[in-house]
């Protein structure tokens, strides 16, 4: 017989095979990815960046010249050219055979540059995103944005007035002031761009938990009923530090009685730390992350703090173990 | 310029040759497409292609499970009983085993077939059927596969029972649609040969109604006169017939000749009528030497011993024996197949399998009586079989058995053998009667054998003693008159009546052989052919059997 079956199935493994051989290769080789994203960017979506790497970070800078409106809301156009790069960037990233797990996004607006958009991703949450293994709501809270005031802005400013305050000879100002800006970064809040250079870092994994956690807690405590309405939230930092040769998540958590003059409780300090302990507990489980030793959490205003293990803190996030009973 | 071959592919494997070219394209594409994605999209589609095809089968087998369960009826619908394929068979002159005469007979079909142009250029008629009459297992599918590959050509074979359906029309598209199919092979090989089986399946008499209508079989069996009589032939682009095609039709049944019908026999549809008989001594034989050479069979063994005990045995029967015996041989621990295992085979399929059944023992006595009675009618009065066994052990449904055999077969039978086999059946009835008095319910099948015979040879034969000549059975019942149905019946139970007063002088005359038959199957449950013989030899008797 002309077409056997046996000759259709040779045939169908065939194309098989070819288009699985023809998916081995990356579409964004590892020493073009600075390119690749700048080629993106200006031909898909008529924006000039600047990339720069370090270790398994990738930083995009985004140049805009209408960033906010009066209500010092992100414009529109700012909002798709932000989201246009990252996406760019998350294109990148996926289909490189460089090895990237965080990419960041600077934008800023020409007219004032002091002020930046700090965006953070993992390319493992962009991943897991697309296998449907996160819900966009999660997604969208693993995401780390901050809008401020650039740190290096902060320190040439410092520089100038005291220079200019005691009156010091101002031809030192530029070597001191390149001194000053030797340092590199070290934490996610140096990271930024200023007078044409990056200041950037290689994000791990354990700061960018800690990031995250203390942005999370500063979202349930603007957003959740009983928080919203019994703290007034000051601030809420969250580290990764070595202490006595422990790996600690330390989170500092500084929240007043929003009612005005109510002296805080022990039962108070006993619900920020629940809060932030539940928090935790649920994003590092998301993550799988195991490297680390406790997690700290310190109530300025109180005083108090709790300090727990890893088991402590799986057993309370499986509720199998109380606040009272892992000991304030 | 396309070959006629490629042409002729095309038009039989045009949907086919479509669906590979759709599925081909599709692949290309879908190639293309994922070269055009990004690798990380490019490896997440691949990743979930396998997941994607599962779920698509298993949505489409959901599907064709709703649809075929309650819109179709069940999925007896979905076998495509239209299914044809032609090939190419390889089965030689030389795989066919004895049939001398129907070989030469098929021969000279297959030189018919091959110096076609020939038989034309002289004006002679174009064999278009060959229809072959024989009992089930004499090789008529073998003979036809032999016949194509002599003619070098394909073979497309369909049975007649896949052209019955309850649904009308259905049978004269299958018909259609075979021929169809013959047709494009032959375009591309130059002939083809149509093989149905079981043709009695379409090929009866028609039934033609008084009110009009019609039974689906006739439709069916005019389609096939239909594509026989050549109308119905492939045309040319400009409409005309397009050079004949050689399709030749070869049709197997075993149901009687006259139960076809006779516009079907007639020249120009099945032109050659080939009768395949059951194989003589010669060919069994060689089928014997043929299948035994299949299995590891001791070299000793006399085939021409197997061949005369396997009187009136098929091909198809001679091949399931040796089969038989080398299971028979393996059960016994032996590596090859000796004489004995050939007849225990023989003997599983004639008798049947011992069944163990538990007899009180005046079953068993009057079980022996019985046989033994058979035995001694047999031996002694029967012109043309031998004892070969006699048993007490329960098989099939009887409780015994006399196992016997014509030494060789025959065509015709006299009006004494027709005689001996009416006494030796009521031999059981009698000699049950002469020991116990009363006899048994086993004496039934004799009776209706025994009966049946002699209605035959009154009714039928004209072998009464009042001279009542012809078959009266053509005549309808109703035009024979009482008197003479009652003559007729008086003379069958006076054939009847006679036998039995026959056999009974006989079994009183020869008390003892009977009684120490009686005794030995009691004691030995079976007898062996040579042990009957010297039985029967011990009392001096002496078997010799001719045939007429």
Known sequence: MVITKKFLLLL????????????????????????????????????????????????????????????????????????????????????????????????????????????????????????????????????????????????????KEVFSRMNLDPKWQDQVMTDFFKSEPTSLGDIGYWDNKFYIKDIT??????????????????????????????????????????????????????????????????????TVLSIAAHVIHGYHFKDYDGVEVFDQKEGRSIEVNPEELEAFRTKKLRLNEIGV | MIPRKWKMYIKMYWVKLAIVAAILSVIVLAVVGLNSLESYYRNITLATMPVNLLMVALNAVIFVFMYMTFMKGGFSKLSNKLRVHGDFVDVKWSDVIGMENVKEEAMEVVQLIKDRARVKKIGGKILRGILMFGPPGCGKTYLAKAIATEAGMPFVSMSGSEFVEIFVGVGAARVRGLFKKARELAYGYGGCIIFIDELDAIARKRVFSAFGGTEETNSTQNQLLAEMDGLQEIKDKHGNPSPEQNVIV??????????????????????????????????????????????EADKSLDVSRLARKAVYKSPADIENIVKEAALVATKNGRDKVILEDVSEAMERIDIGLKRKLKMTPHEREATACHEAGHAVVLYILHPTNDVFKISIIPRKDTLGV???????????????????????????????????????????????????????????????????????????????????????????????????????????????????????????????????????????????????
């Open chain 2, 402 to 548: 006399t196992y016997s055999q014509p030494k060789e077969e025959l065509y015709s039978h006299t009006k004494d053998k027709l005689l001996a086999d009416i006494k030796v059946d009521l031999a059981g009835y009698v000699s049950e009667k002469m020991r116990f008095g009363v006899t048994s319910t086993g004496v039934s099948g004799d009776f209706k054998d025994a009966m049946r015979i002699a209605h035959f040879m009154v009714w039928s034969l004209g072998m009464s003693d009042a001279g009542f000549l012809g078959d009266y059975t053509v005549i309808p019942e109703s035009q024979i008159s009482e008197d003479m149905k009652e003559k007729l019946n008086e003379e069958t139970d006076k054939i009847f009546k006679q036998c039995i007063k026959e056999v009974e002088e006989l079994l009183l005359k020869e008390k003892p052989i009977l009684e120490r038959l009686i005794s030995e199957l009691l004691s030995k449950e079976e007898l062996e052919y040579d042990e009957v013989e010297a039985i029967f030899n011990e009392f001096g008797k002496t078997h010799i059997k001719s045939a007429w």
């Open chain 2, 250 to 295: 070869i049709g197997a049944t075993n149901a009687p000749e006259d139960t076809i019908d006779r516009a079907l026999r007639r020249p120009g549809r099945f032109d050659r009528i080939v009768y395949i008989e059951k194989p003589g001594l010669e060919d069994r034989e060689k089928l014997f030497t043929y299948y035994l050479s299949k299995v």
């Open chain 1, 205 to 274: 994994v354990p700061e960018f938990l800690a990031e995250q956690i203390a942005n999370r807690v500063k979202l349930e405590f603007r957003e959740g009923k009983i928080l919203k309405e019994t703290f007034l939230l000051k601030s809420a930092r969250g580290v990764y530090i070595l202490r006595k040769g422990k790996h600690l998540f330390r989170f500092d958590i500084f929240a007043e009685r929003s009612t005005y003059g109510t002296a805080g409780t022990i039962e108070d300090s006993d619900k920020i730390f629940e």
């Open chain 1, 12 to 159: 169908t493994i065939n194309c098989a095979l070819c288009a699985i051989l023809c998916g081995c290769t990356s579409t964004y080789p590892g020493d073009k990815i600075r390119e690749s994203i700048v080629k993106i960017c200006k031909q898909e979506y008529k924006s000039d960046v600047l990339v720069e790497t370090t270790g398994r970070t990738m930083v995009i800078y985004l140049p805009l010249s209408n960033l906010m409106d009066f209500s010092f809301a992100l414009t529109k156009e700012a909002s798709e050219k932000i989201n246009d790069v990252i996406f760019s960037a998350a294109r990148v990233a996926l289909s490189t055979d460089a090895r990237i797990n965080f990419y960041c996004v600077i934008a800023h607006d020409i007219k004032m540059p002091e002020l930046q958009i700090i965006i953070i991703k993992s390319v493992e949450d962009v991943k897991r995103l697309f296998a449907n293994d996160i819900s966009r709501g999660e997604y969208m809270k693993r995401m780390l944005i901050d809008l401020r005031w650039s740190p290096q802005a902060k320190k040439e400013q410092v520089v």
